[in-house]
């Protein structure tokens, strides 16, 4: 079960349940486990998402990254506004061979036309294996 903050809109809450976090993030496997503006939380497996020498592909890391940020700017932006990512970049330390790792999604700042987070990816260990920075632009949803 997915924890939420307190006061979300219902109908957000409703997508991201229903979809959880996107035809992409579904087919990695990415688990969600915590979903708000300022700190979101989500695992995955390494198992399926590899590369040819059988390390967690740099890729892999990204998506869950961009999975969380996006989702975490969606929440801050509301229910009248999108969030749609405009930059991104991955700084990775270490890779695992296995296993699951776990990302948490942290605000830089949370403004009116921009979010920025950070997202720190971690083995089962603790040990960090990347950090990502994305910023999302939010605008008007489109009628």
């Known amino acids: 079960m997915i924890a939420f903050p307190e006061g979300m809109d219902p109908a957000l809450i409703e997508r991201l349940v229903e979809t959880q976090g996107g035809e992409?993030?579904?087919?990695?496997g990415i688990e969600l486990l915590e979903l708000g503006a300022e700190r979101s939380v989500a695992r995955m497996p390494v198992?399926?998402?590899?590369?040819?020498?059988?390390?967690?592909h740099g890729g892999a890391h990204v998506v869950l990254a961009e999975s969380l940020g996006s989702m975490s700017s969606a929440i801050h932006a509301?229910?009248?506004?999108i969030a749609v990512g405009i930059e991104i970049n991955a700084?990775?330390?270490?890779?695992?061979?296995?296993?699951f790792v776990e990302a948490t999604c942290e605000s830089?700042?949370?403004g009116r036309t921009f979010?920025?987070?950070q997202i720190?990816?971690?083995?089962?260990?603790?040990?960090?294996?990347?950090?990502?920075?994305?910023?999302?632009?939010?605008?008007?949803?489109?009628?």
């Open 47 to 56: 198992e399926g998402n590899r590369q040819v020498v059988g390390l967690l």
């Open 78 to 81: 509301g229910p009248d506004k």
């Open 24 to 28: 992409l993030a579904r087919k990695m």
């Open 115 to 117: 979010a920025t987070h």
């Open 120 to 143: 720190t990816i971690r083995d089962e260990a603790g040990n960090r294996l990347s950090t990502v920075r994305m910023t999302n632009y939010i605008r008007d949803a489109k009628p």
């Open 108 to 110: 830089l700042v949370l």
């Open 91 to 99: 700084t990775h330390s270490r890779s695992a061979t296995e296993g």
